[in-house]
């Protein structure tokens, strides 16, 4: 039997708040299998985003332990754990490097997780490896692979957050809310290349949306967060049996 892509056992974060201890996290456990590609749902404030920060290494965890793709990653550094886990923010900005052109942004994005010295020699090489990624979109990113990314829309440019995080193919991908910022149209276009890019690479993929129809619509398992606890667990037949009606009693 294969092991498990992510493992988090026993994760706990707790912080000091003043003369208080918040805990942000409360003994999570959670396995996740390779090509699994799960949705996260919670109320604002249940602990998804600090969930995130603690597999990025972003926050430390104060217990517990995180194995991704069978290697221990409790002890490294943010940076260390970029060799494994690509993750899309919420914010376009966030992501991408403004002066520099998509093009360039696609030949950095091929290093992730890797010292590397940039060389303008790896982008000609590699342009019409970017075009047809970029055709993908759908949203003509493929034209503007010469611009400056600060020069694209907001759909363009969470379109090159994604193909960046996926270009070289990550063991986990976390989607932290990347259609948030994004007008109903766009972001079921991008939400549609999601799915696409994680279906045909069979990626491992964790997702936080506060779209309800996104989180049943997309992925093979759904979890909800409430209180830095996991409170539910969905698996696909049970995700295709429950109603949104249903989902949104976890929100009060
Ligand atoms: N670094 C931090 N220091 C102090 N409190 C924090 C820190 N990070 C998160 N929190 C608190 O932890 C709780 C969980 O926050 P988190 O951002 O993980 O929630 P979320 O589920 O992602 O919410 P949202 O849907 O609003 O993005 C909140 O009460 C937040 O204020």
Redesign the pocket.
């Known amino acids: 039997m294969t092991e498990a892509k992510l493992v988090l056992q026993d994760i706990s974060v707790r912080?000091s708040?003043g003369s208080e201890v918040?805990t942000?996290l409360n003994n999570i456990n959670l396995t996740i299998d390779e090509g699994d590609f799960v949705t996260v749902l919670?109320t604002?404030?249940?602990?998804?985003?600090?969930l995130f920060n603690t597999i990025s290494g972003n926050?430390a965890a104060t217990e517990g332990s995180i194995r991704i793709a069978g290697v221990d990653l409790t002890r490294k550094s943010p940076e260390k754990r970029a060799k494994f886990i690509s993750r899309v923010f919420q914010d376009p900005k966030m992501g991408t490097a403004p002066r520099m052109s998509v093009a360039e942004n696609l030949a950095l994005a091929t290093h992730r997780g890797e010292r590397l010295m940039f060389q303008s020699r790896q982008v000609r090489q590699q342009m019409s490896r970017f075009k047809e990624l970029a055709q993908k979109s759908g949203n003509g990113l493929d034209l503007a692979l010469d611009k400056p990314t600060e020069q694209l829309s907001g759909g363009q440019r969470q379109a090159l957050s994604l193909l960046m995080a996926t270009i070289k193919l990550p063991e986990l991908l976390l989607l932290d809310e990347h259609t948030a910022a994004l007008d109903p149209h766009t972001s079921m276009a991008i939400m549609g290349l999601t799915n696409q890019i994680v279906t045909e690479n069979k990626l491992t993929a964790l997702m936080i949306t506060?779209q309800l129809d996104d989180a049943l619509k997309y992925g093979n398992r759904l979890i909800v967060?409430d209180q830095g606890l996991i409170v539910a667990d969905y698996n696909q037949q049970e995700k295709n049996e429950i109603t949104k009606q249903e989902l949104l009693e976890y929100f009060g």
Do not use: P, R, V
């Not at 604002?44 to 600090?50: E, F, L, V, Y």
């Open positions: 912080i708040a918040k942000l919670g604002n404030g249940a602990g998804k985003s600090t926050l506060h967060l």
